[in-house]
């Protein structure tokens, strides 16, 4: 089971430690090669591998996952240790000589640190790969760098991820990830609407800000370590009333009767069955829902 430490403890005691560094937002293609690289070469050396990671965003950008949900998904990966640094004004102004210094020579003690190519940090970003390498040779640990993976015209990067959520190109942007667009979330109390036309929803704070757009899909849900099917609505429940409501995720879970509300759920989204619509009635909207339901039954079937 993974180790996760928030903030770096002096004299940490790691054992042979194999480090990667990055947001690794997303989890992406090129991360996994990275993270998986890291776990590999650990074994190889009988060592520690470490992810060491920044929270929030450095370059503040909106998160395609929670902390929680990046945390869950380095896990997956057989990363031994987690050290999650809170990237606050202060660690800002950091200089990358500093940061090589004080943070992963002097506490960290790495004998390899793995990057991606275009890894940047320090104090207005002024450290690269080429000062890790050169400070590498000082220190005693050896650096790889990892080239950015090419992906059609454009590369593997979480910035071509957000886009292609935000546009609803779920299946080019689950290539990029090399797993399914996903939403970690919790379950809160709802209307209790769809229980009442008979199709009870497990309605989801997510935890993080890039979500498909508004429209039904087929999903298949993690909950508890278990896998379910089920369709999942995004909107804004137009077909309720004259002012729509504020933007909702309900997931409803097939064959699935049981009360969950507080617990944490992910919602892996698998196609995309419909735009978000406005119907006359609650009856034209119970008949659309028992369609949705059996659509999204045969998608998830085969």
């Not at 506490?107 to 690269?128: L, T």
């Not at 209307?191 to 757009?213: D, Q, V, W």
Request: with cysteine.
């Amino acid at each position: 089971m993974m180790k996760i430490t928030y903030g770096v403890k002096k004299n940490m005691r790691i054992r042979k430690p194999v480090i990667a560094l990055g947001v690794f937002d997303g989890l992406h293609l090129g991360h996994r090669n990275i993270l998986k690289a890291a776990v590999k070469k650990a074994k190889e050396t009988r060592g520690t591998s470490v992810v060491l990671t920044f929270f929030p965003h450095p370059q503040q950008k909106a998160s395609l996952y929670s902390l929680e949900h990046r945390l869950r998904l380095i896990a997956e990966l057989g990363i031994d240790l987690c050290i999650v640094v809170r990237f606050s004004r202060h660690f800002a102004r950091l200089s990358a000589q500093k940061f090589i210094a004080d943070i992963l020579a002097a506490r960290i003690r790495p004998d390899f640190v793995y990057v991606g190519e275009n890894f940047r940090f320090g104090y207005r970003a002024a450290g690269d790969c080429r000062l890790l390498i050169s400070s590498g040779r000082q220190y005693g640990f050896t650096v790889k760098v990892f080239k950015v993976i090419k992906s059609g015209r454009g590369s593997v990067s979480s910035t071509a991820i957000r886009r292609l959520i935000r546009s609803s190109k779920l299946s080019q942007a689950a290539r990029l990830l090399g797993r399914p667009v996903s939403v970690l979330g919790t379950v809160k109390k709802g209307s209790a609407l769809g229980r009442l036309l008979g199709f009870p929803t497990a309605n989801i704070n997510p935890h993080h800000e890039i979500i498909p757009p508004p429209g039904v899909y087929a999903v298949r849900v993690s909950l508890s370590r278990k896998k379910y099917n089920g369709v999942c609505y995004i909107g804004r429940r137009h077909s309720l009333r004259l002012k729509a409501y504020p933007l909702v995720i309900e997931v409803h879970i097939f064959d699935f009767s049981k009360r969950i509300y507080g617990q944490t759920l992910e919602i892996q989204f698998v196609k995309l069955i419909r735009p978000d619509r406005k119907f006359p009635s609650l009856a034209a909207l119970t008949l659309q829902i028992r369609k949705d339901i059996l659509i999204c039954r045969r998608i998830l079937l085969c």
